[in-house]
């Protein structure tokens, strides 16, 4: 059973935006947060940007600060990242994750703070 469904994926031009999307389904949503990584072929799994699904609280990576936008709807259990001024070096996998409750020692920026992974989706900006 899916529980984190991403899209809004797709090739796009150096300068260009997407708007991913992440729904969840099957059950009572409830997280303490929402987070995006990317990975790159070859690389790790990194930090985008997350929010904390009550005190609505965001987090960027440096990288895309300024750039990017995550949002939520609570009461569509989704959360969104508006990517604007895309470059060459943001070509990933987009995942979304669920930190499904607090943790005392978890970091939001961290991918072992997160319980539930979507599928991915490509995003691709050509130069």
């Known amino acids: 059973q899916e529980r984190l469904i991403e899209s809004g994926g797709g090739l796009v031009q150096a300068g260009g935006a997407l708007r991913l999307s992440c729904a969840a389904s099957?059950?009572?949503?409830?997280?303490?947060?929402m987070g995006w990584f990317r990975q790159a072929p070859g690389k790790e799994r990194e930090f985008v940007a997350a929010?904390?699904?009550?005190?609505?609280?965001?987090y960027y990576a440096d990288s895309v600060k300024g750039r990017f936008t995550i949002s939520k709807d609570n009461a569509k259990n989704t959360v969104y990242l508006q990517m604007n001024r895309l470059k060459p070096e943001d070509t990933a996998n987009y995942y979304c994750?669920?930190?499904?409750?607090?943790?005392?020692?978890?970091?939001?920026?961290?991918?072992?703070?997160?319980?539930?992974w979507g599928q991915g989706t490509q995003v691709t900006v050509s130069s």
């Open positions: 994750a669920e930190e499904s409750r607090w943790k005392p020692t978890a970091v939001i920026m961290d991918v072992r703070s997160y319980d539930f």
């Open positions: 929010v904390k699904w009550t005190a609505a609280t965001e």
């Open positions: 099957g059950r009572t949503f409830n997280p303490y947060a």
